[in-house]
């Protein structure tokens, strides 16, 4: 899982509460990437950034927000609007130009109580 | 748009065997191809790519890609399956000339290597 760390491992949300999911990366890249992982529908892009204090919404962007105010730092927050946020979410970035590869943290699974 | 596409949700194959894991592609233009591998609960590790070239890629634990542009595939191969092997695997797609977009994923196919 190189530079990209995601916290917490495991996140509990109650109803009508936003919860905010870290992740850090050491590799000094400078697009970062929101995926969610539910089974059997591989990854779905919620966010990404390509540069700081830039970011655009993905194909499920709804009920998520997201800030990108340094580099190394992409915190996404699933807010209340999100009514089924149960699912395992990966953060990952990559270099900005080229045929990049994207490197994946370690995943926050997040279920709601 | 573009899209990748893996057509089986699991694939099981006797450890020693050689496996494939299925993965074909819709792009306009000429495509940048991942796989990665992820194992339970983990994040996702990236195996191999193909840019440009050779149309057979080598990767990473003794994976190998074969690029087919007319049948626009890209199926992950290696001769000689380890049970450490199983897991779930994802090829993706990315347009070159859609400038630095993400990653479009498949939606994975689970591989199981059986003792």
């Known amino acids: 899982d190189g530079g990209i760390t995601q916290s917490p491992k495991y996140l509990f949300r109650k109803e009508g509460q936003n919860v905010t999911l870290s992740c850090e990366q050491n590799?000094?890249?400078?697009?970062m990437y929101w995926y969610r992982q539910d089974p059997g529908q591989g990854l779905r892009l919620i966010y990404y950034?390509?540069?700081?204090?830039?970011?655009q919404k993905g194909d499920i962007a709804e009920g998520y927000s997201v800030s990108r105010e340094k580099k190394e730092s992409f915190p996404l927050t699933v807010t209340s609007a999100q009514k089924n946020p149960t699912a395992f979410y990966l953060c990952?970035?990559?270099?900005?130009?080229?045929?990049?590869?994207?490197?994946f943290g370690a995943g926050t699974r997040l279920s709601v109580l | 748009a573009q899209s990748v596409a893996q057509p089986e949700d699991q694939v099981n194959v006797a450890e020693g065997n050689p496996l494939t894991v299925k993965c074909t592609y819709s792009?306009?233009?000429?495509?940048?191809l991942f796989w990665y591998v992820q194992y339970p609960n983990r994040g996702l590790q990236f195996l191999l790519k193909?840019?440009?070239?050779?149309?057979l890629v080598k990767g990473s634990y003794g994976f190998e890609a074969e690029f087919n542009k007319s049948q626009t595939s890209f199926h992950l191969k290696k001769p000689s399956a380890l049970v450490s092997d199983s897991a779930l695997y994802f090829c993706a797609v990315r347009d070159p000339r859609g400038g630095n977009t993400p990653l479009v994923f498949g939606k994975g196919t689970r591989l199981s290597v059986i003792a």
């Open positions: 990952a970035s990559s270099i900005q130009t080229g045929a990049n590869i994207q490197y």
């Open positions: 792009v306009s233009g000429n495509p940048y």
């Open positions: 590799l000094n890249h400078d697009a």
């Open positions: 193909y840019i440009t070239g050779d149309n």
């Open positions: 950034s390509q540069i700081v204090n830039d970011f």
